[in-house]
């Protein structure tokens, strides 16, 4: 942390205009994830009431499969219309996509309206990333990053209770209904306090589109999506296969062409390449959240509302990590980029052994679940503001946008594909046949003890990232 950014206070980025403008841009971020909980809370409701447990994991896919398009368009959508009609957009689409979601009647339509609000969504979280450099001067970054990162913590604690309190009731449509009057309400603060343009963003400059990046991005987390609803398990890794080898060729794409998706060094280890890579692999990690409430329904009989707030602890936990570790010293910060990824994976780990282990099913004995589902967000939030704000620094002049909305294609891919590996391996291992305890128990023990080497293999990949930090600070 550099002697600037720790002179900075949380007073000065929330009071006055400031204050206003951050709640405007974590709004834009808190509107994608109060979703995400609130889907994953009565998304077991959705299915006992439409059908679709084959599709369980295709509400997340899709979601996310969306945003990763959608985002990648923010800096040409920002550039084009202008800050506050580029958000305006996004909200206009997530709302259609909220409103059929809200009338679905069977899980074709709902997979439709996910997908809508995914558009929306992944255009608000490129928006409000993107943005921060723009509205806040350098020395504010990485707090308004922790702000605006923290807004997962608060749909943590929000979701899970509107989901949580609609599927008790047998009414989990008003869900959307609630989610659809925050979209309102954030246009109208978008309306007021976002400018309609900025002296940062060129407004004739060259933004063009790699589409054929971001198609075949979609394509691979699709290849595996499909892969997933085979019976046979070799379905589900050649899925898989398929996946990594399209990635590669996105990547030589990318490195090549005019249009590009991702900044020049985003493929170098020594540059971008480690810190894209760690955010990667610890997304794939956190992605099992949405697999949470539903386990526990099953396994420990939790009410839905329960299921969720536990499943949101991951979350919660990311917050608190990342508020905690912005204020340290440089070495202190180092110490838990390094450590962060490892407690995330132990944990993952931990949990996927407790989950199935029937003595955890005692009314008193299975809270024992929170500390991993804690620690698993923990491990994350202690080392994200460092790893995100090392991107402001390291990226090549000029491509400072592009480099930030990197973060958020990233994170969505990886998000994505974790949750489509996610609903493969829970299939494959008795989700849906033979189903039931046994199947569920089957499907989170394999699930949790895979998805844990994601988060193992970022604290290898971290080791370079210190490296980098430490090589600026001279």
């Known amino acids: 942390m550099s002697r600037a950014e720790s002179s900075a ?15 405007a841009l974590a709004g834009g971020v808190a509107l994608h994830a109060v979703n995400l909980y609130i889907v ?38 920002m550039q084009a219309l202008g ?27 709902m997979l439709i309206g996910r997908t809508l609000q995914g558009i929306g969504g992944g255009l608000l979280l490129g928006l409000s990333y993107s943005s921060i450099r723009i509205v806040f001067a350098e020395r504010l970054w990485a707090k308004a990053m922790a ?17 949580g309190v609609f599927a008790y009731a047998g009414h989990w449509r008003w869900a959307f209904g609630a989610v659809l009057t925050v979209a309102l309400l954030l246009a109208g603060l978008v309306q007021t306090q976002i400018a309609s343009r900025s002296e940062s963003i060129p407004i004739n400059g060259d933004a063009r589109i790699p589409l054929s990046q971001i198609s075949l991005l979609v394509l691979s987390v699709l290849a595996v999506a499909m892969a997933s609803l085979a019976a046979h398990l070799g379905w589900s890794v050649l899925g898989v296969v398929v996946a990594l080898a399209i990635g590669i060729v996105v990547a030589r794409l990318d490195a090549r062409g005019h249009a590009r998706l991702m900044p020049h060094g985003a493929y170098e280890l ?4 480690s810190i894209y890579l760690c955010v990667a692999f610890l997304n794939i990690g956190i992605t099992v959240e949405v697999f949470i409430p539903y386990f526990l329904q099953v396994l420990h009989g939790h009410s839905p509302l329960a299921a969720g707030y536990l499943g949101a602890l991951m979350s919660a936990g990311w917050t608190i990590g990342a508020i905690t570790s912005t204020s340290r010293t440089s070495r202190t910060a180092d110490v838990y980029v390094r450590i962060g990824p490892i407690i995330s994976a132990l944990s993952l780990a931990s949990l996927g052994l407790m989950l199935p282990w029937e003595p955890l099913q005692d009314a ?12 698993v967000g923990l491990g994350i939030g202690m080392c994200w503001p460092h790893l995100l704000t090392h991107v402001f620094k390291v990226a ?5 946008n592009m480099a930030s909305s990197a973060i958020i294609t990233i994170q969505l891919y990886a998000m994505a594909l974790g949750a489509a590996v996610g609903g493969a391996i829970i299939n494959a291992a008795g989700f849906t046949d033979p189903g039931g305890v046994q199947g569920t128990a089957q499907a989170a023990l394999a699930l949790l003890l895979i998805v ?13 990232v210190v490296r980098g930090r430490r090589s600026l600070r001279g």
Not at 41 to 68: C, K, M, Q, R
Not at 364 to 375: D, I, K, M, N, Q
Not at 452 to 464: D, K, R, S, T
């Open 396 to 400: 090549p002049a000029g491509q400072e």
């Open 40 to 77: 994953a809370t009565i998304l077991p409701s959705v299915v006992g009431d439409i059908g679709g447990l084959s599709y369980y994991a295709w509400n997340i896919t899709l979601f996310v499969a969306a945003s990763i398009f959608s985002s990648s368009l923010s800096p040409k959508a």
């Open 147 to 163: 702000l605006v990162s923290s807004m997962w913590g608060v749909a943590a604690l929000s979701g899970p209770a509107i989901g």
């Open 83 to 109: 800050p506050r009609r580029a958000f305006l957009t996004a909200i206009g689409f997530f709302a259609l996509g909220t409103t059929l979601c809200m009338l679905a009647l069977a899980m074709g339509w």
């Open 270 to 273: 020594k540059r971008l390449g």
């Open 9 to 23: 206070s949380w007073s000065e980025l929330l009071s006055g205009r400031n204050a206003l403008r951050s709640i």
């Open 364 to 375: 008193l004995l299975r809270w024992v679940v929170v500390v991993p589902l804690v620690g």
């Open 452 to 464: 844990a080497l994601a988060p193992g293999l970022a604290a290898y990949f971290v080791i370079q």
